[in-house]
């Protein structure tokens, strides 16, 4: 479980070091905020067998989505928020985003998996790819079209009619 959790915390603080070093293209930050967590999380759990969605320990699945609500929710949000030049629409799409994102990762503490197979709602690691369309939205500077992204991602976070497998792991096979 460490080294998953790891390995997400240490990308993100790459991406955060990206954003913080210098104003460069959105599409590589977005790129290291949005995606690079996301791999680095697949690639730890792959070489561990450890899936963090079936962590029973209380602490360990607390610790993992602040690490989750760091990575995938807040540092992206705060990213957009400092580099958009969208204006309103986008700060309420984020903030509906952050929210969200938020509420969904405390239901999955307080729930976990359904039938011990399947995430209900979309889980906030899978966004990541979202920050990449933003930095293109933004690019070509359409508001409405951020506004209706983010305002979708939030409402596919918290919805209970959509469920998603989660990742098979080596431990899942006899």
């Known amino acids: ?46 070489l561990t067998g450890c899936e963090p969605s079936t962590e029973d320990r209380l602490p360990w699945k607390i610790l993992d989505n602040c690490i989750d609500a760091g990575s995938f929710v807040l540092l992206p949000v705060a990213w957009f928020a400092s580099v958009t030049r969208l204006g309103w629409p986008a700060y309420v799409g984020l903030a509906a985003f952050a929210g969200c994102g938020i509420y969904r990762l405390v239901r999955f503490v307080r729930k976990g998996l359904v039938s011990n197979q399947f995430f209900e709602g979309l889980p906030v690691t899978y966004t990541g790819y979202a920050w990449v369309v933003l930095a293109a939205v933004d690019w070509w500077n359409q508001p409405w079209v951020s506004f209706v992204l983010l305002t979708g991602l939030s409402y596919a976070m918290v919805s209970t009619r959509i469920r998603i497998r989660r990742t098979q792991t080596r431990n899942d096979f006899p």
């Open 1 to 46: 479980m460490l080294p998953v959790m790891a390995a997400k915390l240490a990308a993100s603080i790459v991406g955060a070091a990206l954003w913080a070093a210098f104003d460069g293209p959105a599409f590589l930050v977005a790129w290291a905020i949005g995606i690079l967590p996301i791999w680095s999380e697949l690639v730890a759990t792959r």
